[in-house]
């Protein structure tokens, strides 16, 4: 489970169950699994990428992500807590959407649906 996630310096809300957490591998050139089906070939580098997900985002916090994917091209400091451990790098965020924008009567904005990627910024 993901939790306290800090992105830029700024705190996310935790994220909806079915948030994950997966280790992203390259592949050098000529990689690849023969006709048994057996692996060949070498990693060049392996990463963290975090699928994030959140039924209600706060508009401060979108507004956040996007300003650090036009500032700093998208790497910035992340840090959370998977399992209980806590991890940090450098990461960018990637691909965020969102469903639908709710504006409420006070005119504070929501997001419905956000979904963002994280990808560890290793071996570029």
Known sequence: MLSDIVFAGYALPSPDIGSTRLMYKEWA????RTSSGTATGTVRYSCWKLNLKFHILPAAVKN????????????AQLSYKCDGQLCSGLYYANDPTYSSEII????????VDYTVNFIEKVGW
């Not at 956040?64 to 790497?75: E, S």
């Not at 409420?104 to 997001?111: L, M």
């Open 104 to 111: 409420c009567g006070n005119g504070e904005v929501y997001y």
């Open 29 to 32: 050139e000529g990689s690849g």
């Open 64 to 75: 956040a992500i996007d300003n650090v994917l036009i500032r700093n091209r998208g790497f």
